[in-house]
């Protein structure tokens, strides 16, 4: 059982080019998400899915696009990356819970990714 | 402007003292969420809390939600150099299903 797994792990970038971040997990979550992480910022969600075929924009979604087409993958894909974009990437899985209670997110190891 | 305020930044303690943590908005929140994070690795959860007033414990780890579910504070009884980390709070306010939001986090540094 590997959880949450992302790679790369690290990758640096020129202003312009495009890449995507790979998100898998194998305990069946619905739910998945991605997060930037910047220093003195905390973590800012980018995009989550409830499941295979949806998804829906986080607190800060410019510049980004997902799909999920399966219940364990969740990428991320920078069309034209631009230095703002560099930061930590974090992707999360969980249950979808029901009511006013998030479930147990479960965070992968994170990509640096730097954008020069 | 974070809708969850964590204070303070960051805090230099010596192992066996006490500390808080606090988290705090003008929102009322459903649910909300300690995590510990430690360098190059994604949080993990520590505790949710759901109810006004509520206290859990965890080992030496105490954590409140207010009465008003605007603020929550993590407290730490004799600190030891294996709770150093970043400590971040994290809230579902009522209108923001599936929308999980983070406070800055409190870097907590616990020297032997």
């Known amino acids: 059982n590997a959880g949450v797994t992302q790679t790369p792990k690290f990758q640096v970038l020129k202003t312009g080019q495009s890449m995507t971040l790979q998100c898998a997990q194998d305990?069946?979550?619905?739910?998945m998400s991605w997060y930037r992480q910047d220093p003195g910022m905390g973590l800012r969600l980018i995009h989550y899915?409830?499941?295979?075929?949806?998804?829906d924009q986080g607190e800060v979604p410019n510049g980004y696009n997902v799909s999920r087409s399966t219940t364990e993958d969740f990428p991320l894909r920078l069309l034209s990356a631009a230095p703002s974009q560099t930061s930590v990437y974090f992707c999360?899985?969980?249950?979808?819970?029901?009511?006013?209670?998030?479930?147990?997110?479960?965070f992968g190891p994170g990509t640096r990714l730097t954008v020069l | 402007t974070q809708l969850l305020e964590q204070s303070p930044q960051f805090l230099s303690i010596q192992e066996g003292e006490n500390l808080t943590v606090y988290c705090n908005s003008s929102s009322v929140f459903s649910s909300l969420q300690w995590y510990r994070q430690e360098p190059g690795e994604g949080p993990v959860l520590l505790v949710t809390v759901v109810t006004g007033g509520e206290v859990k414990k965890l080992k030496r780890l105490t954590f409140q939600f207010g009465d008003a579910r605007k603020d929550s504070s993590l407290h730490i009884t004799a600190a030891q150099p294996g709770d150093t980390g970043l400590y971040l709070c994290?809230?579902?306010?009522?209108?923001?299903?599936?929308?999980?939001?983070f406070g800055a986090g409190t870097q907590v540094v616990v020297t032997p």
């Open positions: 994290a809230g579902l306010t009522t209108d923001s299903w599936g929308k999980l939001q």
């Open positions: 999360a899985s969980s249950y979808v819970s029901s009511g006013s209670v998030h479930d147990t997110q479960y």
């Open positions: 305990m069946n979550h619905e739910y």
């Open positions: 899915s409830v499941g295979a075929g949806i998804t």
